[in-house]
């Protein structure tokens, strides 16, 4: 396997939005999307360092809760959707077809306000519950990271 830079990862994170219902969303890619053309995903992206550049640094000059913030800026911007209650779930690391290793950083949160708008590289989005969640075209693992979020949330598991 040829990776291009053992120490440079991108660096992604995925939001599991909880609404007080207990549903939670999923988002379908375009078909002209290189990755998983018309498949079921988490909103989420990269980390970028204009998501703690622009901002202060403290005393030290080091920014804090810079994977937050880049998920919030995130899924607004995947979703229209504002969140709150960021909580760290699971992390899974790859090397991509291009040579570039991957982190992905997978968290709950809980949906605060907002209306559904999606993208040109989304076009459709469902709220679901673990059960219905089956009956979508999920890519690889989002399925197994549904199970452990609401098991996290404290909702009953049945498989």
């Given at each position: ?98 040579g570039i290793p991957t982190l992905i950083v997978a968290c709950t949160c809980d949906f605060k306000v907002g209306l559904v708008k999606l993208p040109p590289e989304l ?37």
């Amino acid at each position: 396997m040829d990776i291009k830079d053992k120490k440079s990862h991108y660096i992604s994170i995925t939001g599991k939005i909880f609404r007080s219902d207990g549903r939670v969303l999923i988002v379908k890619r375009a078909p002209n999307e290189k990755n998983y053309p018309n498949r079921w995903i988490l909103p989420g992206g990269k980390l970028t360092t204009d998501d703690y550049l622009n901002l202060i640094p403290n005393s030290d000059g080091l920014w804090y809760n810079v994977l937050e913030k880049a998920l919030k800026r995130e899924l607004k911007e995947e979703t229209n959707l504002e969140v709150e209650n960021v909580d760290y779930l699971i992390d899974m690391a790859f090397i991509r077809g291009d040579g570039i290793p991957t982190l992905i950083v997978a968290c709950t949160c809980d949906f605060k306000v907002g209306l559904v708008k999606l993208p040109p590289e989304l076009t459709d989005c469902a709220w679901v519950n673990l059960e219905e969640a089956k009956n979508y075209d999920l890519i690889m693992g989002v399925y197994e990271e549904l199970q452990l979020a609401f098991k996290k949330k404290g909702y009953q598991i049945y498989v």
